[in-house]
Structure formats: structure tokens, C-alpha cells
């Protein structure tokens, strides 16, 4: 059994040590709101934090998560920078096809907590691991700024 | 007059690709009493379950009988799936219009599969082809409005009024005499007695309050919050998660496995094997995914383990050659024109094999029992998939539900239903539900491909380089034969392939026009539709063409093109005007620098895009900005229209510069987003839109920016540096000489 902790909850799991986190979120934990794009971090569709960094839970052991903090997207929204991003991706209308987006909101928040008004050369170095297929990088561009405002 | 208006081709084109409505008809389909798992309260965006007891009118429009004074609820049901491109909302947007009520208080249920929901212009129920807006546009409306007037009709009864004393608002029917008013749910049980009334007028652009007005898509909420349920995210109990291996080379079989093994890893329970495939079976993916590796299956190839990408591309130059090509099209005598034309210009442009790669990796669902089946799933062809299921399954169509899933990106690739025939295969075996999810490298080398496309134009020009002749020979396989074989002409031309080149989906007039094409099926891969479909083939090929002539003429390439328009369409120079103000074009630009222009008249809409690029570093393409002024008629929701452009702009642009499938052994070498590169964000230039206002008829909006982007940019690295790139993707062309043949 390995125990985790996961937007403040306490979760016990029994699986192998080297089953990435994402498919213990996704088949195991029924939290399918983190997404499978690649499987071997190219693209960001999974990212999920742990101790509040961006990680991409495809390839992150269980193993090493425990005892760990881990929020997803499922959680970040009772984080004040997450709820503020979400809500700024509403307002400008990002999401299209949606599935790279949960990925994009977790990589955004992070950056926002540690880099409140980031440049564009800023926001280009964090998000450039997330694909969007459906080509919205030009409104995440604009809602990562909008959320920037709304928190100051 | 169009020339063309009434031709075969032309006509058949237009119903394959262009317009087209949904046909609805009163009948309802059958459903079955299931109740969707909603994880709480009902949401817009959230979808739902067809409410039992509704008022019913049409196949689009329920509302539930409600207690005095209160609401009921009322359910849309959308007829396209969403893949990103806001039909949902635009869906709602129509039918609220007429029914007034607010969009944001809407249930969504997708519809089943069925007839009702078939999109005429694709011959089956089927969301593609840019088709939705324009099929969608009279019967959405007309059914809120018929609706509309059935819930008057029976609140004036229960008044003892005048029908014309009354008016809706907001979910309400109101009395303007005596000022009551009762809920849409308070009279559906009486409006369900009476007869759906037909023709009801619909409302003037002048009373919209709701159409042409920009609105926040009603999927947002759900997608940001990681609560929208795509195909890949469904459960249910008991469901299994399996992943898949198909022999990576077509026509291939299953030789040997190791199935001891792939049981021995933990979590895993079931190997599952059909003719070509396998599937490990596990609690979780993961452990199904390292039983399939553990599996390790050896393959019989088959004939076609000799597939490489030179013998597809030799093929296709062969075909130049083919003494008896079909003439597919022509207008005038242009192969006399060219005889006898003072000059001739010749090109040949190439087009490689491309993939889908949704983000959301092919996935579905599915429970197969003695007495019927569900499916749950992502998928553009709902009837199709359902019946594939019902087939394989040796079960009566209509105890086979499917319910159609949220896409996490469809671009063509969830137009074929292949991937739910092979679940189907695999399902049957077992008595669990099994959710067979493949992996990105699967979702890569197993993908039914764009074509390849060789094409070589020729140009008769008289002695002061004006054009009095165009002859086009296409080379490459007809998509439409396997697709929809109704779609082919009867001398056997699959009519996309003349999209974007030949009237009437041209803003052009030709003198002299002919189109021969030579059908070369392509070895060793299935080919499928793409996103922008004929538009992306086609705009490569003419946009650039028309480029070379105003360079060969000494002419500004955007005056060039003005010249040419015909007078039928007024509009493209509209755009082409719009664009040229917008973009700066013709003011000064650092050395280095470049910009290139591309018309087009694809999916009943205008555009025209110029690509500003930077080549400073000769061997790098830095596309530095897009401008794209449309005019796609009446517009639903404009920022929705912007969305679109600059979604399909990108989608195209990182696919023209960088991707390629390429065969060796007959095996596909991509095989993740390592080796099939998409443009991420620091390498995506701002796409700025600029639209037309426009009471036209509403043409469609989803793939016209990814068709316009190649040729735009090819046509401005010529303006930045004099080098004619024919071949695609650019930056390969750019580090050879191949690309200028
Ligand atoms: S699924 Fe983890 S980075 Fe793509
Ligand atoms: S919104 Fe579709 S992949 Fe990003």
C-alpha cells in the first residue's frame, strides 16, 4: 500500500512502486481530469503539481509521490492563483477542444506562484512542454496575463 | 452565371463538401431509459440523458413538464459533436434564438446515433467537412421556433386567449394584456397534444439577439475544471483498461506471442488476440501497456514489408506520365490554348503523408453482452461506429447504444470508425466492460493518413505574360472511393481533390481550364480525410502557382490576383482588400524578411491570409505574424470565428514547416511527439483576424486557416529570399535543393 496525499486528501493505493502517477489518478483514483497525451513527457497534457511544482505525472513513479503533495486539476481550483487562472481562461475563451487544457492551467499556475507578472519570454519557457493540437497558444499567452492582473 | 453551376462535378462536389442540411424529420429515435452519471447536479456543458416525458417537438428541442411556477428543465440535443470547434454552443445559440431562452440555462444531450441526425452533405450522420454551421443554420432555428409556437399555442388554450396577445421571454410565455406568465415547463404537457406546426418564419437578422453577438462558449466551465468527460476519461463498473498492438505493417498478422508473460505482470488479466492485433487487458493502463511490451509479438509482414517512402513518392511522379489520364474537368480548350500560347510556365508540387494526432489518443469504450451492447465514445461518425459494433457483435442494430463522448480533437482522424471495429473485436471476448485506450506511438504509426499528392500545373501565357490557358494533372488516391463511394463521379473522380483549384471553389476566372487527374492508391497505408480536407491539398498548389506567374509577370502578387478575380465574386476581393490594409502590405520590411498572400473560396467562405516570415538564418523559418481577413457570411458567434482561424492557422503552420510521415519497411517511422514534431508555443506566431460583415449565407469556418497557412508562407519565404519551395514540409524543402525541383 502506498499512501498519498492529493488536493488535501489522503489516498491509499495498491500498486507497483513504478506505476506512473497519472494512471494511478486516472484508473485507480477515478480522477480522470489529468489527461494521457504521450506518455513520455513531450507534451504536457498530464502535468499535475508536487510540493507545487509543475511535474508530468506520466512519468513520475508513485513510488517517489509518496509522502508528497500533489494537486491537480481537480484541486487547483481552490488555490487562489489556480481559481484565478481558470476563471481568466473562461473570460478569454481558450479551451477548444479542451484536452490539452487541464495540463496548460496546471503549468500556468505554477508559474504564476512563483513568477506573478511573467513576460512573455516567461510564459514561453514555462508552457512551451504543453501541445495544444487545436492551436489556442495565442489566447493562453493572453490569459496567463489576464491572470497576472487579477491577482494584483 | 457560374460556367460551372449544373455540372456533375460541380453539383456532386457541392453536395459532397459544401451544402447540404440536416435532414429532421418528427420522427424521434428510439432510446433507451439510461441515465447518465451527471457526478451531481445538472450543468450546461455537462451532458445529459434524454429527460423521459418531455415535451418533444422535433428531434432537437425537449423540455420537461414543470409544477406551477417553476422551470422544468430544457435539454438541446446537438446534432454535431464538439471537437473544439463550439458547435455546442452555436447549436444552442440557433435554437435560442427563436425559442428565447437564455443559452447559459441549457442541458446538452448528444445526440444519438440515428437518421434524424444525418448531415446531408456527408451522406451520413457525420460531423466534418466544415459542413455544421451551414446544415445547421434553417432546421436548428426552425425547430426553436416551432417549439416556440406549440408552447404559445398552449398557454393561450389554458388562458382562453388569443395566440396573438402573447410573446416569449426567457423561458417564459407572457400575456401582454393581463401581464401573466407561465414557465416553458408549465404548459409542455399541453403543447406535446398538438401538432408540430411547419414553415413557422423565422425571425429577421434585425430581431437577432442572440446570433451574430460574441458569447463564452458553454463547454468552458467544464473543461477548465477537468470535469468534461472526452471518451478516453469514461468508467464504469467493472470496466477494464486494454491497450492495443496492430501488425505496424499493413496487411500484416499476428505470428507469435509470449503470453505467459504478459500475464505474469502484475494487474494484468487478459491477452486478447484477433487477426492482426493484440490487446494486453489490465486494471490499469499502465500495467497493460508493460504486459503488451512483455508480450513481445512477432509479426507475418505480409506484401507490404517493402513500402518505402521513395517508392510512394515514385509513384506518384510516374503517374505525370500516364498517357490516358481522366479528364475531370474543363472549361474552353486549354490544352489547344497551351499548344498554341506564346509562353508556357510549368510546376510540379509535392505533398507528403500526414497525421491526425488528436490530443486525446484514439480510445473506446465499450461493453458487448448476449443482448445488446453500449458504446461510449469519441467519434465524428456516431450511425457508422454504432453499426460497426451492432455488426461485429452479431446484435440487432437497435440494442446497441453509443453514446458520443466530448473529442479531444478530431481533425479527420475520428471521421473513420476503424479503431471502434477493432474494440469491437476485442470486446466481444470478454464479459466485462473494456475501455481500450491506445498509445500515443499506436495513435501515430497506426493512423489513416493525408495522401501524398503530386500535382503539375502548366500555364499558356500570351506575349505580355497574361494567363489564356491552366491545366492541372493531379496525382494521387481518391479518399472519397473508400469513404464515400456515392461521392465519386461516375467517370471516376473524387471531387475533392478539385476543391480550392477549379471553379466554382475558386475566386478565379480561367479562360481555359482543364483538370486531368491520374489515381495512384497509395501502398502500405490507408489514406483518410485531414483537416481542411481538399482546401490544405489544393490552396498549396494553385496559391503557389499564382504567386510564380505574378513573380515570372514582374507583378505584385497581390495586385496579380486582384486581377484575376472573377466578377461572380466580389467578395474575395473584399478580403484580399481588407487583408492588404490590415497586414501593412507593401511597407517596408527588415532584410530577411518576407510576405506572401493566399486567397481562397473553400467551404463557402472567403479569405485571404498574407505570412509575414524572418529568414535571416537562411536554413530557419520563423513565421514572425498571420493576418487572415474573412468573410464567412452571417456569423454565429464572431469570437468563435476568430477562434477557429487562428486554431486552424496553427494547426497548418507547424504541419507545413516540420511534418512528415515516412514509411521504411513498410513501417511509419514517427512514432511520438519526439519524432512527429508539433509547433508549441514559443515557435507559434500571433494570428490576427480581421472579419467582413456579411448577411450572406453562412459558409463554413473550422479548417479555412489551416488550408491557407502553407501557401502563404511558401510565397513569403519567395518574397524573403527568391527560393521557390514546391515541396512540403518547407523546412525539410529549405535544407535540400529537392524542394525547388
Ligand atoms: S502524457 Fe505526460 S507529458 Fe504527455
Ligand atoms: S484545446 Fe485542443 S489540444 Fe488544446
Known sequence: ?152 | MNAFAGKPNAARRAVLIGGGALVFSAALPLRRGRARDLGGVPETGVLVENPANAFSPNAFVRVTPSAAGEAGEIVMVMPNVEMGQGIYTQSVVLIAEELDVDPVNILLEAAPPSDVYMTAALGTEATGGSTSTMSQWDPLRQAGAAAREMLKQAAATRWGCSVDLLKTENGKVLNTKTGQSLFYGEVASEAALLTPPKDVPLRPSSEWKLIGHARHRLDSRIKVEGRCEFGIDVIKPGMKVGTVSACPVMGGRVKSMDRAAALAVPGVCDVLKIDNAVCVVADNYYAAHKGLKALFVQWDEGENAHVDTALIYQQLHDGLNDPKPLVAEKHGDAPKALAGAAKTYEAIYQQPLLAHSPMEPINCALHIRKDGADVWVSTQVPLRARDAVAEIAGLPKESVTLSSQYIGGGFGRRLEHEYVAQAAMFAKQVPYPLKIVWSREEDIQLDRYRPAYVDRVRAGLDEKGDMTSIVFDLVGPAVCARWAPAGMTKEGFDPDLAVAIAPPETPYYYKNFQENYIRRETPGVVTAWWRGVGGTRGLFVIESFMDELALLKNVDPLEWRRRLISHEHPRARGVLDLVAEKSGWGKPLPPGHGRGVCLQFVFGSYMATVATVNLEDPLNIKVVSVDSAVDCGEIVNPDQVIAQIEGGVIFGLGTALFDEITLKNGRVQESNFSTWRIIRMNEAPPVRVHLVQSHEKPGGIGECGTAAIAPAIANAIAAATGRRLRTLPLMKALHSSEGEN
Open chain 1, 1 to 152: 500500500m502506498i499512501d498519498l496525499r492529493i488536493n488535501d486528501q489522503i489516498h491509499s493505493v495498491d500498486v507497483t512502486p513504478d506505476t506512473p502517477l497519472l494512471w494511478v489518478l486516472r484508473d485507480i483514483l477515478g480522477m480522470v481530469g489529468t489527461k494521457f497525451g504521450c506518455g513520455i513527457a513531450e507534451c504536457g497534457a498530464c502535468t499535475v503539481h508536487l510540493d507545487g511544482k509543475a511535474v508530468r505525472a506520466c512519468v513520475l513513479p508513485i513510488g517517489a509521490v509518496s509522502g508528497r503533495s500533489v494537486t491537480t486539476i481537480e484541486g487547483v481550483g481552490a488555490d487562489p492563483v489556480g481559481k484565478a487562472v481558470q476563471e481568466a481562461w473562461i473570460e478569454r475563451d481558450v479551451v477548444q477542444c479542451g484536452y490539452c487544457q487541464p495540463g496548460q492551467i496546471m503549468a500556468a499556475t505554477a508559474l504564476l506562484k512563483e513568477t506573478p507578472h511573467p513576460t512573455d519570454m516567461q510564459i514561453d519557457e514555462a508552457l512551451s512542454g504543453n501541445i495544444c493540437r487545436c492551436g489556442t497558444y495565442g489566447r493562453i499567452r493572453d490569459a496567463v496575463h489576464a491572470a497576472a492582473e487579477r491577482q494584483s
